[in-house]
């Protein structure tokens, strides 16, 4: 018989709230919180099992609710009160897991990397991140300064790309000795080369900061190549996550194979 939650106080919703609400919280216990069906079947899809889920009777997904009990995952009912207090959204999904925070190893011999420079944002990471596994990146390197990869907004936004694409903290001496051999490229308002105008069919790394603040001087130091999104007059600048989709999608067309 499923054990029935309905305490704030009970320790599995403290530990989801603590999760949900402080990146210190994460990084100490080592675990992540994914919201609703979609999110937790990305995970379970790449071989990632959660230690433990709540859910709401009359607003789970009973399909992932059975799928969740056949991989013997420990399940707990709970109200309304503790799903809004445990969850991150507005609305809650009615379902949510605890699953281990990803450690994944670094590709050997990247072809294609994105480096995030400052990124602050925890929505725009995620879109980001979503694009960058679309578009058929190896791998996505945060400098310090960026925000919390597994923010649950980044989470939300990234629509599991955190399972389908190695995300990986690191300092600018670790990135500079990575990307030892490619071309990087650093997207800059002013930079000299036309975006669509680059060889994207040789190894690179693609350095994308904030919009608000531009590049870091340490970004600066290790591009080799600065190119620009061409714009109609009067534009200043686009999203970083806009920005990122376009030359992604440019490099990844130039390596599709001709139909």
Not at 86 to 99: Q, Y
Not at 184 to 204: C, H, I, M, N
């Amino acid at each position: 018989m499923t054990e029935i939650i309905t305490s704030l106080q009970n320790e599995r919703v403290k530990l989801a709230h603590g999760l949900q609400t402080r990146a210190r919280t994460r990084r100490k216990e080592r675990k992540i919180v994914l919201e609703g069906a979609k999110l937790i079947q990305e995970a379970l899809d790449r071989r990632h099992k959660p230690f433990f889920a709540f859910y709401q009777p009359d607003t789970a997904d009973y399909e992932m609710v059975a799928a969740l009990q056949d991989r013997k995952v420990e399940l707990f009912q709970v109200n309304g009160e503790v799903m809004r207090h445990a969850s991150d959204m507005e609305t809650p999904s009615g379902l949510l897991a605890v699953f281990p925070l990803p450690v994944p190893p670094l590709p050997k011999s990247p072809r294609h990397v994105l480096i995030f420079d400052n990124l602050r944002d925890p929505g725009n990471m995620g879109t980001m991140l979503r694009t960058a596994a679309a578009a058929g990146v190896d791998v996505a390197l945060l400098s310090p300064g960026c925000a919390d990869p597994y923010n649950p907004k980044t989470l939300r936004s990234g629509m599991g790309a955190h399972f389908r694409l190695p995300v990986v903290e690191a300092e600018w001496y670790e990135i500079r000795d990575y990307c030892d051999g490619l071309t990087v490229y650093l997207a800059a308002g002013d930079g000299t080369l036309r975006y669509d105008r680059a060889d994207w069919k040789k190894p690179w790394a693609l350095i994308i900061g904030s919009e608000g603040e531009g590049a870091g001087r340490q970004a600066e130091e290790i591009a080799t190549t600065r190119i620009h999104i061409p714009m109609a007059a009067q534009t200043e600048s686009l999203n970083a996550a806009v920005a990122a989709g376009v030359v992604l999608f440019e490099a990844a067309r130039q390596n599709f194979p001709d139909e």
